[in-house]
């Protein structure tokens, strides 16, 4: 039997899960922190789930921004990370309405602020590291956030017929060079390049890869939500588009943003609030707004399905009968 100091730690670590929270084991590389003219060098590693051809996960997240947080902090812009339903290959409502503001130049730089953003998740060792007063973990294994304009060079590589082996290969694997410099106002990573040469593993990398394992990066993509987290959702993009203030007794067991306490404590719906690993992390890596030709584009290439106008006629249904 499991004694009660075990016990609490097994609950602490389900409430962290719930929570979305997973800062207290200082994975997360913060590459974005190194100085300008700096080069962290990264090697990454497979997916723990072997059936991931990747060795990312991919993530769209939308954010959706209020003026305030009603009944609390009134004044104070807050923002709520939901995850996009086109992740899982869905018809995402926001989507389905703000498309067409895209063929309305009035409309288009709203439809822009809610447009889903990408980051990959990605994993492997830190080899050289320029971000003072970083803290590395017991586990030497980082998870890494990275954005759009990153991924593209990555990719470029991996399709490139001069790069022979899988660069996350124990053996003949490439080190990856992420350079940080600076372009006007923003960070700018162009010049992030792989290593010329192929580098086996060390033995303390190999110890802890066998000593910690991988980590299954499906793990770290947010919950998939159900017909009233979509639901909710849309609800929250509405109030947003109005200009209504975040009322976290209406939507507080669904989605929060990040520091809102949830009034509702006492019920079991499990609440998603956006960690750090959500919210920070991505908003200062990704890019925040789409190239042009990606607003046309859905899961499966082909026109919107009626799904979604299902979806938008349920929830306006609902609205009016309330």
Known sequence: MATLAELRAKLAEQDQRQSGSRES????????????DTTATMRFLPDGDESNTFFWQERQMIRIT???????DEARPVTVNVPCIEM??????????????FKDPTLEDIGRKYWKKRSYIFQGFVVNNPLEGDVKPENPVRR?????????IIKAALMDPEMENL???????TDFRLTKTQKGQYADYSTSNWARRERTLG???????DTHGLFTLNDYLPKRPDARGVEVIYEMFEASVDGELYDVNKWGEY???????NPNRT????TVTVSAETSKSVEEVDTPVPAKEEVTDTVTGEPQKSTAEDILAMIRERKNAS
């Open 203 to 209: 033995e303390e990398e190999l110890e802890a890869i």
């Open 167 to 173: 660069p996350t290969d124990y053996t003949s694997g």
């Open 88 to 101: 899982w290959g869905e018809t995402c409502p926001v989507h389905a309405k703000i498309r067409p503001w």
């Open 25 to 36: 084991d200082n994975a997360i590389y913060a590459f974005w922190n190194i100085p300008n």
């Open 267 to 270: 019920t079991s719906k499990p």
């Open 66 to 72: 209020f003026p305030g947080v009603k009944g609390q």
């Open 144 to 152: 890494f956030v990275i954005n759009p304009s990153i991924f593209k």
């Open 255 to 261: 989605y929060r943003p990040y520091g809102v306490d």
